[in-house]
């Protein structure tokens, strides 16, 4: 199985960022996915998740209203669009598919900074 991010970059307070993940070697569809983040000295948090259908999302309350999850079960693709960042969303951002094996499968992650 593997999870690749793209997407990250340095951002301006207030900008948006785009940030997908390709997935390969599992059936995608059949799987609830999610995203993650991790910031400097803080412990990773869930941002967002999404069902096999697409049709539920959730969404950490600190997010909400800003972020939006998305899928295509044909691409075999999750994204996360992220609206009006703030400095203290620097992190690196991480797919996973929680459900895969015993404890799930992490992506490498991808970095995004908000910074002016």
């Known amino acids: 199985v593997q999870l690749v991010e793209s997407g990250g970059g340095l951002v301006q307070p207030g900008g948006s960022l785009r940030l997908s993940c390709a997935a390969s070697g599992f059936t995608f569809r059949n799987y609830l996915m999610s995203w993650h983040r991790q910031g400097p000295g803080k412990e990773r948090e869930l941002v967002a998740s999404?069902?096999?259908?697409?049709?539920?999302?959730n969404y950490a309350d600190s997010v909400k209203g800003r972020f939006t999850i998305s899928r295509d079960n044909a691409g075999n693709t999750v994204y996360l669009q992220m609206n009006n960042l703030k400095p203290e969303e620097t992190a690196v951002y991480f797919c996973?598919?929680?459900?895969?094996?015993?404890?799930?499968?992490w992506g490498q992650g991808t970095l995004v900074t908000v910074s002016s």
């Open positions: 996973r598919c929680p459900g895969y094996g015993t404890l799930g499968a």
């Open positions: 999404i069902s096999r259908d697409g049709v539920s999302t």
